[in-house]
């Protein structure tokens, strides 16, 4: 059966929206108030939603509302959760897939929405419970008879971002005398680099591929295969796989141990599978990996609720679409006040920008409406001294999501001048909020404050696991609410194949060039050019 979902243009509120899009709410008009804040606050598994600095008022949320029930993006997102086959295009070939990443962390209760896919993700818990006992207890160690003490994370895309993200975000949470280190890009450099840093003897190579053919994974996996088998160490003791099942890499000889991820889990929303949990499990233990999914499988089943006061990340893709849609804003800032948070952004402009980056609808349409912004973001306050000069005063607004937590990760601070430095940190925080918000007028041209760059502040008390996973979740959910009111398919990523295959087929030039040396009287001023001609792509 195939159900026709609206356009967002085609919702009956979509003309209401856009006539109040004229007169949005003025934030310089001296309207924040105690109630306005009071009013414009959401809570929701550990975290604050504050959002009385976003161009928003009663009626503005009243419509959003009705964009919300119109789309029926709840319903959408149940079903979603249930298993039904949501990433495809209506008659044509697409992956035709279910998409259950939600089902990686629905494993608390004895009632999953999607039964199979939680038994799945079960097992695959209960393997690496049991490969982390083992580690722990001995039962599998070093060559030299040692613990192992480092992890080298070999992925792309979305088997390296989430993970990487996530690891970065929880190291004060990290295991004593436990590292790991990434490898991701093509670039030799990037693997040269790490290979330095470990002591291979002590050293684990968990690699993450879900397909088992990417190209970079699997010439980095040979690459440091090649480093072990110099220093006399069998690749076979020290490498983990992850991988889908009957992929390439579905080959449980050549390694330690496999886990496996599964067709239904889409790369980017990866991060709470196997992909995400071994080598977290290794920094962190298995329970903070539970703590991760807990947390993240309270906003799943938070997102359910229809009142878009009560949901943060339906509340944050609606806002987002007023934002984008209409009031015409192109990007979004993600500015987290956390140095944990390093490479959180990174992950969610993967996960954003891959997902909703689409320009036709569920049916094949084109469609007439913007989808997806531009992500960008650096944590706070760095960023302030770089680039909040464009978003205070510059031509272009910005719409900025704020992330901080009112308690550090180490609480190892100290007080000068009278404050402590997470104090600082929150001051400059809810300053940049307010100071976007309603801006400052003077006289002074060079010194005016226009104001109403929309804003909103996500607010915990910690950056913890469970907290992380929350996080994690709310913007999975936000960008597949988006992409529900879209129309769009968030799960697939066509976008990212024209130049990978182009690539491919250089390549197979470079290594004609290599073996024949073919083109060696060619010899020119312009190498790379010669180079596609041969290669027939010009
Ligand atoms: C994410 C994408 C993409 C993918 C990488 C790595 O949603 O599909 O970023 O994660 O291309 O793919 P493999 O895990 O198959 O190596």
Same mark, same amino acid.
């Given at each position: 059966m195939t159900t026709h979902f609206n356009d967002m243009d085609a919702l009956p509120v979509f003309p209401h929206l856009r006539r109040m899009a004229n007169t949005p709410f003025d934030l310089t008009a001296k309207a924040l108030d105690k109630n306005r804040f009071a009013t414009y606050k959401c809570k929701m598994a550990g975290f604050d939603l504050l959002y009385? $600095?976003? %161009? #928003?008022d009663n009626q503005t949320m009243d419509a959003l509302q009705e964009m919300a029930d119109q789309s029926d993006c709840i319903q959408q997102f149940l079903a979603m959760k249930k298993g039904a086959i949501i990433n495809k295009i209506e008659g044509y070939a697409s992956e035709n897939r279910a998409v259950l990443h939600t089902a990686c962390r629905d494993v608390f209760t004895q009632d999953p929405c999607q039964p199979e896919a939680s038994r799945q993700a079960k097992t695959e818990l209960d393997k690496l419970r049991q490969f982390l006992a083992d580690l722990d207890a001995g039962l599998i160690k070093s060559p030299d008879g040692g613990p192992f003490t480092d992890l080298i994370n070999i992925g792309i895309g979305g088997s390296d971002l989430g993970p990487r993200a996530l690891y970065l975000a929880l190291a004060a949470f990290k295991k004593k005398d436990h590292k790991v280190h990434f490898i991701s890009n093509i670039d030799p450099d990037d693997a040269a680099s790490i290979l330095r840093q470990c002591d291979l003897t002590r050293t684990l190579v968990n690699v993450v591929s879900k397909s088992g053919t990417t190209l970079e994974t699997l010439t980095n996996e040979e690459l440091v295969r090649a480093a072990f088998t110099q220093k006399g160490l069998d690749p076979a003791n020290h490498f983990i796989a992850v991988t889908g +099942? @009957? *992929? !390439?890499? /579905? @080959? !449980?000889? %050549?390694?330690?141990r496999s886990f496996y991820m599964f067709d239904y889990i889409g790369g980017r929303y990866s991060a709470t599978s196997m992909v995400g949990a071994v080598m977290l499990g290794f920094a962190l233990g298995y329970e903070a990996v539970l703590e991760i999914l807990l947390g993240a499988n309270s906003v799943d089943l938070a997102?359910? +609720? $229809? /009142?878009i006061k009560k949901n943060i990340p339906l509340l944050m893709a609606l806002l987002g679409i007023w934002n984008h849609n209409f009031l015409g804003h192109e990007t979004l800032a993600i500015l987290p006040y956390s140095q944990a948070l390093i490479r959180f952004t990174a992950h969610l402009q993967q996960c954003d920008m891959e997902s909703n980056?689409? *320009? #036709? @609808? %569920?049916?094949g349409h084109s469609l007439n409406y913007q989808t997806g912004p531009i992500i960008w973001g650096e944590p706070g306050t760095n960023g302030q001294h770089a680039f909040y000069q464009l978003i205070h005063q510059g031509t272009t607004i910005v719409p900025t999501e704020f992330i901080g937590f009112r308690r550090s990760q180490y609480e190892e601070d100290i007080e000068i001048k009278g404050t402590i430095s997470q104090e600082k940190l929150n001051a400059n925080l809810l300053a940049q909020s307010l100071a976007l918000a309603t801006g400052e007028k003077n006289q002074n041209p060079n010194k005016n404050f226009p104001g109403n760059r929309p804003n909103s502040l996500l607010i915990a008390d910690r950056l913890t696991p469970f907290n992380m996973g929350s996080l994690l979740a709310i913007y999975e959910a936000k960008i597949t609410f988006q992409g529900f009111i879209w129309n769009i398919n968030s799960f697939d990523q066509e976008g990212v194949q024209l130049g990978k295959n182009l690539a491919n087929r250089l390549l197979d030039h470079y290594a004609a060039h290599r073996q024949?040396?073919?083109? /060696?009287? +060619?010899? @020119? /001023?312009n190498p790379d050019w010669t180079l596609l001609k041969h290669a027939g792509m010009i």
């Open positions: 009385a $600095t976003q %161009r #928003i +099942e @009957n *992929s !390439p890499m /579905d @080959n !449980p000889q %050549r390694y330690l997102a359910e +609720e $229809t /009142d980056g689409k *320009s #036709i @609808n %569920r049916q024949d040396k073919k083109y /060696d009287g +060619e010899k @020119n /001023d």
